[in-house]
C-alpha cells in the first residue's frame, strides 16, 4: 500500500532537495513523486548527487502545473504545515495520520497524497484548503520549519512504520487492532470514496449554484467557499454522495433556468 502513497512537492525551488526527497522516499519504500511547477531543473546534477542512488525516482517524478492536476485521482489529500493559518483546519500529527492511512487506503482505487510547499513561502492558503487535513511535525516552536526533504523524511518514515506495524498485527490476527472505527472508510464501505477531481467539480459548482441564486457574491466572498471546502472536505464523502449532492445543485440550476 506504500506505494498508494503520492508525494507532491510544490514550487521546489532547490534541486538538491528533490534528489534529497528522492532518496528519503526510497529509503521508506515510497515512489511515486509529483512536482508542482518547480522552480528549478528538476533533474540537475545537485538533485542526482543528493538522491544517491534514487535517480529512477527523480527520473520518473510527474510534472504539473497545479496542485489539483497533482492530486486528481487521490482520495485523500494532506498538506505538511510548518506553522498554523488563519482558517483553522483539521490538523492530525505525523504518526496518527500514518496510523489512518491503511484503512484509508483499504478501498480498491484509494490513493494519499502528502503535500510538501515552498522553501521559503511554504504552501498558499489556496493550496491548504484544497486538503482534507494538515500535518504538522512538532518542532521547536521557536524554531518551526524543516528543510523540505527533511519533513518528507520524518512523514514517510511514520507511513512505513504503520504499513509495518500492520504486517506485523496480520501475523498475529488476535492483536489486529479495529482499523475501521476511527476511519471514514473502512474496508466495508458501501460505495469508493469521492476522488480531489470529484471534489473541485463539486466545489465548482457549489460556487456557481450559489453565485445563481445570490447567497455567494464572488466581488465580496468572505471566506464562504474555503469554509464549504472545509465542511465538506471534513465529511470524507464517498462518490455517490458527490453524485447526489451534484443533481441536487443540478435541479437547483435547473428550476432557475424554468423561471428566467
Ligand atoms: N518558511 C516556510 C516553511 C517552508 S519548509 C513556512 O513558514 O511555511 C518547506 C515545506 O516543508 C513546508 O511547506 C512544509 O510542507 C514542510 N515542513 C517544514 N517544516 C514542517 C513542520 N514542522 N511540519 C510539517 N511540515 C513541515
Same mark, same amino acid.
Given at each position: 500500500?506504500?506505494?498508494?502513497?503520492?508525494?507532491?512537492?510544490?514550487?521546489?525551488?532547490?534541486?538538491?532537495?528533490?534528489?534529497?526527497?528522492?532518496?528519503?522516499?526510497?529509503?521508506?519504500?515510497?515512489?511515486?513523486?509529483?512536482?508542482?511547477?518547480?522552480?528549478?531543473?528538476?533533474?540537475?546534477?545537485?538533485?542526482?548527487?543528493?538522491?544517491?542512488?534514487?535517480?529512477? +525516482?527523480? $527520473? @520518473?517524478?510527474?510534472?504539473?502545473? /497545479?496542485?489539483?492536476?497533482?492530486? #486528481? &485521482?487521490?482520495?485523500?489529500? *494532506?498538506?505538511?504545515?510548518?506553522?498554523?493559518?488563519?482558517?483553522?483546519?483539521?490538523?492530525?500529527?505525523?504518526?496518527?495520520?500514518?496510523?489512518?492511512?491503511?484503512?484509508?487506503?483499504?478501498?480498491?482505487?484509494?490513493?494519499?497524497?502528502?503535500?510538501?510547499?515552498?522553501?521559503?513561502?511554504?504552501?498558499?492558503?489556496?493550496?491548504?484548503?484544497?486538503?482534507?487535513?494538515?500535518?504538522?511535525?512538532?518542532?521547536?516552536?521557536?524554531?518551526?520549519?524543516?528543510?523540505?526533504?527533511?519533513?518528507?523524511?520524518?512523514?514517510?518514515?511514520?507511513?512505513?512504520?504503520?504499513?509495518?506495524? +500492520?504486517? $506485523? @498485527?496480520?501475523?498475529?490476527?488476535? /492483536?489486529?487492532?479495529?482499523?475501521? #472505527? &476511527?476511519?471514514?472508510?473502512? *474496508?466495508?464501505?458501501?460505495?469508493?470514496?469521492?476522488?480531489?477531481?470529484?471534489?473541485?467539480?463539486?466545489?465548482?459548482?457549489?460556487?456557481?449554484?450559489?453565485?445563481?441564486?445570490?447567497?455567494?457574491?464572488?466581488?465580496?466572498?468572505?471566506?464562504?467557499?474555503?469554509?464549504?471546502?472545509?465542511?465538506?472536505?471534513?465529511?470524507?464523502?464517498?462518490?455517490?454522495?458527490?453524485?447526489?449532492?451534484?443533481?441536487?445543485?443540478?435541479?437547483?440550476?435547473?428550476?432557475?433556468?424554468?423561471?428566467?
Amino acid at each position: 500500500m506504500l506505494d498508494r502513497i503520492r508525494i507532491v512537492l510544490i514550487g521546489t525551488s532547490h534541486p538538491g532537495n528533490i534528489g534529497a526527497t528522492a532518496r528519503a522516499m526510497r529509503n521508506m519504500g515510497l515512489e511515486d513523486l509529483a512536482l508542482v511547477t518547480p522552480r528549478c531543473d528538476p533533474r540537475d546534477q545537485d538533485a542526482y548527487s543528493r538522491a544517491s542512488g534514487a535517480n529512477t +525516482l527523480v $527520473d @520518473a517524478a510527474r510534472q504539473f502545473d /497545479a496542485l489539483e492536476e497533482a492530486v #486528481a &485521482d487521490c482520495t485523500l489529500v *494532506v498538506g505538511a504545515s510548518a506553522r498554523s493559518r488563519h482558517l483553522p483546519w483539521p490538523m492530525v500529527a505525523p504518526r496518527a495520520l500514518a496510523e489512518s492511512l491503511p484503512a484509508a487506503l483499504a478501498p480498491e482505487g484509494a490513493r494519499a497524497a502528502l503535500v510538501f510547499g515552498r522553501e521559503d513561502t511554504g504552501l498558499t492558503n489556496a493550496e491548504l484548503q484544497r486538503c482534507h487535513q494538515h500535518v504538522h511535525i512538532p518542532t521547536n516552536p521557536d524554531f518551526s520549519s524543516l528543510n523540505l526533504a527533511a519533513a518528507v523524511q520524518v512523514l514517510a518514515y511514520e507511513c512505513r512504520q504503520a504499513f509495518l506495524a +500492520l504486517d $506485523d @498485527a496480520s501475523a498475529t490476527p488476535a /492483536a489486529e487492532p479495529d482499523r475501521e #472505527a &476511527d476511519l471514514p472508510f473502512g *474496508v466495508t464501505w458501501d460505495n469508493p470514496p469521492a476522488t480531489h477531481a470529484d471534489l473541485e467539480r463539486f466545489f465548482a459548482h457549489l460556487e456557481s449554484t450559489l453565485t445563481a441564486i445570490e447567497f455567494h457574491d464572488p466581488d465580496n466572498p468572505r471566506q464562504l467557499m474555503a469554509r464549504l471546502r472545509r465542511l465538506f472536505m471534513r465529511a470524507h464523502l464517498d462518490s455517490m454522495e458527490m453524485n447526489i449532492l451534484r443533481g441536487i445543485l443540478g435541479t437547483i440550476d435547473k428550476r432557475l433556468r424554468e423561471k428566467s
